[in-house]
């Protein structure tokens, strides 16, 4: 049989007349089994639902009776523009593209029972019924191609201004802004401030790797190297499980702070790293490295008391020195208990005697002065 050039007169009169009520119906069936729909009707997008839909059914007659039904499955300009739009209200509104696209299944079968009862009740055959099939469910199928791309483009084009809001806050954040100058960059950037942050230092090649085992609300801003991750509500028990988790990253993991002052926590990782250690082992857990950032805060001042404390050794020869300046810091810090001394240094407990004796000869009564004591304990960490 031949397939007509354009609907009858009088199937397209017809279908025209069911239109409003195919329309409703679809709309109606939209809302109720796609659950996504449901609040976003009730939440103002009615009007751009029902738009939509009416345009879609609207355009197709017209195609169908105009330009010939060979014509149909090619949506004209306002349905498409209509359901790019609806596409992204979606992307806007937090919804998936899988509602979306159930929106399109549902309402391409409301659609197509209400203008295949009109369509036939006015004459139509069952091949031309056929036929007509074809070219509705072809022509939802362009619909829902557009509104697809305009779902895709809105999440592209507002994940693009979010990752710039976001670097913008974390650039912030460590140049120590004022709180309420943060308060106001995380509300533009959509992001809920955590309890605190934690700075992590980590070479640029190993920052992908980093993040697929931190928390997804970690911000990098910059493009510095090191790369900086600011890692959200890791303090107390949380701080093993990072630093295992960052484990063979060559990463430096400053201590927490309140988030708004996480500049304090990436100042202190910037020192850790400047004094190096950093490797492929354990992550370099910077709280663990308080007395070396103490002893090296002033690295001329430290010279300074090294060359004092350590004076009465300079006239002794090389081998000398070396022995008995490794003998008083293992007497020092294992608070002169001989034994233990002697075990450390791997030597007879009368070789520590001895060493000492050398060692107060040289000192006289300052190895009892706190003062002294300090000074050396400084001089020799």
């Known amino acids: 049989m031949t397939k007509p050039t354009t609907l009858s007169v009088d199937v397209a009169r017809s279908i025209r007349r069911g239109l409003p009520k195919v329309a409703e119906d679809t709309v109606a069936a939209i809302v ?17 639902i029902d738009n939509a839909v009416q345009l879609a059914l609207g355009g197709f007659l017209e195609l169908a ?27 806007r509104g937090g919804r998936s593209m899988d509602a979306l696209l159930g929106a399109f299944r549902v309402g391409a079968r409301v659609a197509f029972r209400g203008l295949a009862e009109e369509a036939v009740a006015a004459g139509l055959s069952a091949a031309q019924l056929a036929r007509f099939a074809e070219l509705v469910f072809a022509y939802i199928d362009a619909l829902s191609a557009a509104s697809v791309s305009g779902h895709a483009e809105e999440l592209q084009t507002t994940g693009r201004a979010r990752a710039r809001e976001l670097d913008k806050l974390g650039l912030r954040l460590l140049a120590g802004a004022p709180q309420d100058e943060l308060v106001a960059a995380a509300e533009r950037a959509g992001w809920t401030p955590p ?20 928390d997804p609300a970690t911000l990098q801003p910059g493009d510095d190297e090191p790369a900086v ?30 988030w708004w002052d996480v500049a304090a926590s990436h100042r202190r990782a910037t020192r850790v790293a400047e004094l190096g250690g950093v490797g492929d082992g354990p992550a370099v857990d910077t709280q663990q490295r ?92």
């Open 32 to 48: 109720e089994e796609v659950p996504a729909y449901a609040g976003a009707y009730s939440d103002g997008m009615s009007a751009i």
């Open 65 to 91: 009776t105009t330009r010939g039904a060979a014509a149909a499955d090619t949506p004209i300009q306002p349905a498409l523009d209509a359901s790019y739009k609806l596409g992204r209200g979606e992307a």
């Open 195 to 214: 309890r605190t942050l934690t700075a992590v230092l980590v070479p640029g090649g190993r920052v992908r790797g980093a993040l697929a085992v931190l």
């Open 229 to 258: 991750l600011l890692v959200p509500d890791v303090e107390g028990p949380g701080r093993p499980a990072l630093l295992r988790a960052l484990e063979g990253r060559e990463a430096v993991v400053g201590p927490p702070r309140p």
């Open 290 to 381: 308080l007395c070396e950032l103490v002893l090296h805060a002033d690295e001329d001042a430290l010279a300074d008391l090294r060359a004092a404390a350590l004076a009465p050794l300079q006239d002794l020869s090389d081998s000398s020195r070396e022995k008995l300046t490794e003998t008083l810091r293992s007497w020092l810090l294992h608070h002169g208990r001989r034994e233990a001394v002697a075990a450390e240094l791997f030597v007879h407990p009368q070789t520590v005697r001895y060493r000492m004796g050398q060692l107060r000869d040289l000192y006289g009564d300052r190895l009892e002065d706190p003062r002294t004591v300090l000074e050396l304990t400084l001089a020799l960490a």
